[in-house]
């Protein structure tokens, strides 16, 4: 039998990030020239580019800052910011050709592999690091510490992590989570 450990099925599913890649830019005229750009001010403050390959949003503010989402890598995170910052200066502006971003939070999947009982998680655990309130959500919902992530727990086994800064921040999350459920006996 192929068992899979739970570390092993994680899978980052969006890394969002921020970067400033100048001090101003003009959003009307951005938007008008470069192709498949969104900007409708009453709706959202900034232009929107979607990019297909790798599929990232891209949020254009006047401020010369970008947030990009949907990135489920750091590779695709890093090819995405190139692509902008290359349609960028092709309109002329005076974008450095060494971009930096800051993670702002990475969202990743897991599996434990097995049903858990909530219930007696929720009984278990430090009552004040979870919520659960399965008439509201039917996940558990644990706040850790270290690494600083949230992590919903449900009664399937799936997990989301999310806050993460790092990839590994999830990778630690969960086994530190298999510690805790081996210890409580409640896997």
């Not at 959202?44 to 949020?59: E, S, T």
């Not at 890598?73 to 960028?88: E, F, H, R, T, V």
């Not at 309130?133 to 558990?140: D, T």
Request: glycine share 8%; no cysteine.
């Amino acid at each position: 039998m192929n068992e899979r450990r739970p570390e092993e099925s994680l899978k980052i599913e969006n890394i969002v990030a921020s970067a400033k890649v100048t001090d101003f830019l003009d959003l009307p005229s951005l938007a008008s020239q470069l192709k498949d750009a969104e900007y409708n001010k009453k709706r959202f403050p900034g232009v929107v580019l979607r990019m297909q390959d790798p599929k990232i949003a891209a949020l254009v503010f006047g401020s010369g800052k970008v947030v990009l989402t949907g990135a489920k890598s750091i590779d695709s995170l890093n090819k995405g910011l190139q692509i902008l910052g290359d349609q960028l200066r092709a309109l002329q502006i005076d974008i450095s050709e060494e971009l930096s971003y800051k993670i702002q939070n990475i969202v990743t999947s897991a599996d434990l592999g097995t049903p858990i009982n909530l219930n007696k998680i929720a009984v278990g655990f430090n009552l004040d690091k979870i919520e659960y309130e399965p008439e509201q959500f039917p996940g558990l919902v644990y706040r850790l510490d270290d690494p600083k992530v949230v992590v919903l727990l449900f009664g399937s086994g799936k997990l989301i992590i999310t806050g993460g800064k790092q990839p590994e921040d999830a990778k630690r999350a969960v086994q530190r989570i298999l510690s805790e459920l081996s210890n409580l006996g409640l896997i």
